[in-house]
C-alpha cells in the first residue's frame, strides 16, 4: 500500500515561511505514523523530527497529526488514513518552529518550573507514603512532558496545563510541604479543575487520570 505523506517543512537558515513538502511512502498495517516518518527520513536526511524511545515514553515524537495533537509513535497510519491515502504532519502549535516538525520547547519547560516541579520536603515527614495517597498520585505521576496539552489547551488557573497535571501530583503527595496549597497558589478553582480534567482526558496520550481533590 503506499501513501502520501504531507510534511511541514522549515529550515530558518533557507526559508522565510513554512511550506508543505509531499512524499510518496509505502506502509503496511501494523506500522505507526513515526515508522512512515523514517521512511520519508531515509529519502530526505535533511527533514527533522524528534523521537527517542518509540514506545510512548519520552515525549518527544509529539506532532501535529491529520489536525491533532498526537504521538507519531503510538498512533498506527492504519487508524487514521482513510480513501484518499493521505496524511499529514505539522509542528506542535503554539511552540516556535525551529525546524521542520521540531519546535522549540524552553517555553514549556520554563513554564513547568513556575510551580516548583518536586516535592518540597514537609518537616518532620518521615518520607513514607501510603498505597492510597501513592494510588492518588499515580495518574498524573505518569505524564511524559510531550507538551501535547500545552499545544493543545488553554491555562487552567495562572499555570500551563502540564505545570498543573505536575503540580496536582504533588499536591496530593503527603511528603509536599505545600500540598493542597498548591492548587491555591495556582489560581485553580473546583470547577475549572472538572473542566481540566475533562479536556485533558479528551487530548493526552497517555489518558492521564486526574484525581479529585478538594480544591479550598
Ligand atoms: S499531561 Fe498528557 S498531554 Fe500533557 S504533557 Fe503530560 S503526557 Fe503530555
Ligand atoms: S518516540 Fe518517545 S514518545 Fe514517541
New binding site residues.
Given amino acids: 500500500m503506499h501513501l502520501t505523506l504531507s510534511v511541514s517543512r522549515f529550515d530558518p537558515k533557507a526559508d522565510t515561511c513554512p511550506y508543505l513538502k509531499e512524499y510518496v511512502l509505502s506502509w503496511e498495517q501494523h506500522e505507526t505514523v513515526l515508522d512512515v516518518l523514517f521512511k520519508a527520513w531515509h529519502e530526505d536526511p535533511g527533514l527533522s523530527f524528534r523521537r527517542s524511545c518509540r514506545s510512548s515514553i519520552c ?1 518527544s515524537c509529539a506532532m501535529i497529526i491529520q489536525d491533532r495533537p498526537r504521538l507519531a509513535c503510538q498512533t498506527l497510519v492504519g487508524d487514521l488514513i482513510g480513501d484518499g491515502g493521505r496524511l499529514s504532519l505539522k509542528p506542535l502549535p503554539g511552540f516556535r518552529q525551529l525546524k521542520d516538525l521540531v519546535v522549540d520547547l524552553d517555553p514549556f519547560f520554563e513554564a513547568l518550573k513556575q510551580v516548583i516541579p518536586w516535592v518540597l520536603a514537609l518537616p518532620g515527614h518521615d518520607g513514607r507514603v501510603d498505597p492510597k495517597a501513592a494510588r492518588l498520585a499515580e495518574g498524573p505521576a505518569t ?7 500545552d499545544a493543545g489547551m488553554q491555562p487552567a488557573g495562572r499555570v500551563s ?2 505545570a498543573l ?1 505536575k503540580n496536582i501530583r504533588l499536591a496530593v503527595d503527603p511528603r509536599d510541604a505545600l500540598g493542597p496549597g498548591r492548587l491555591k497558589i495556582a489560581g485553580l478553582t473546583g470547577e475549572g479543575l472538572m473542566t481540566f480534567r475533562e479536556l ?1 482526558a479528551q ?4 489518558r ?1 487520570d486526574i484525581p479529585t481533590v478538594a480544591v479550598e
Avoid at 505524564?143 to 496539552?149: M, Q, S
Fill in positions: 515525549g505524564c511524559i512532558l510531550c507538551g501535547i496539552c496545563p502540564a497535571v485533558l487530548i493526552c496520550p497517555k492521564i
